[in-house]
């Protein structure tokens, strides 16, 4: 049987790996990578997202806070399993696809998750120092679809991971019959 594939939860995949990427190198690198770095071209807009979200930024940064980099190394085995989904879907035509599609798309959504929690918990210790139209424009947008389309993906290869199962289920029990 065929992998059955969605447009959505492909594009999404293809598209959030050089995301992903360069996210996680603006983080390890960091000094080099921030404002006044060597290195800081490659990372340019996060000039400003070091300011809207200081977990990105100088000081915690200075302050020894792991935070971001504990992710950002959580986001690279996302990101494996992200190239490893579009692999099996596309080029290898595995049934296991919508499975790793499926952990990648839970271990997104409960980084992110765990990121806005973190805000909520801490009094915004981190974003709460934005006025509400660069809150709502620089963190939750951008942040949001990465609640909103993991939430999405679950569902959707969710829903095919257990139709394949009771598809299955019924073949073995008609198996069992005869």
């Avoid at 969605?6 to 790996?17: D, G, K, R």
């Avoid at 977990?55 to 986001?75: C, D, M, P, R, W």
């Avoid at 939430?151 to 290869?157: G, S």
Wanted: charged share 10%.
């Amino acid at each position: 049987m065929a992998v059955k594939t969605h447009t959505l939860v492909s594009l999404w995949f293809a598209l959030t790996v050089p995301v992903i990427f360069w996210d996680a190198g603006y983080c390890f690198l960091r000094p080099r990578s921030m404002a006044g770095g060597d290195l800081h071209w490659i990372w340019k807009p996060y000039a400003l997202y070091q300011e809207v979200d200081y977990i990105y930024g100088v000081e915690a940064y200075k302050n020894g806070n792991g935070f971001t980099n504990a992710q950002s190394a959580l986001n690279i085995v996302e990101n494996f399993m992200n190239i490893a989904y579009l692999y099996l879907a596309h080029i290898a035509g595995s049934p296991a696809a919508p499975l790793v599609g499926f952990a990648s798309a839970v271990m997104t959504l409960s980084k992110t998750a765990l990121y806005w929690l973190q805000e909520y918990y801490c009094g915004g210790c981190a974003v709460g120092h934005n006025d509400l139209k660069t809150l709502i424009v620089y963190w939750i947008i951008p942040n949001g679809l990465w609640l909103i389309v993991p939430t999405y993906i679950v569902w959707q290869l969710g829903k095919d991971i257990s139709t394949s199962l009771r598809v299955a289920n019924r073949a073995s029990v008609k198996s069992k019959k005869q």
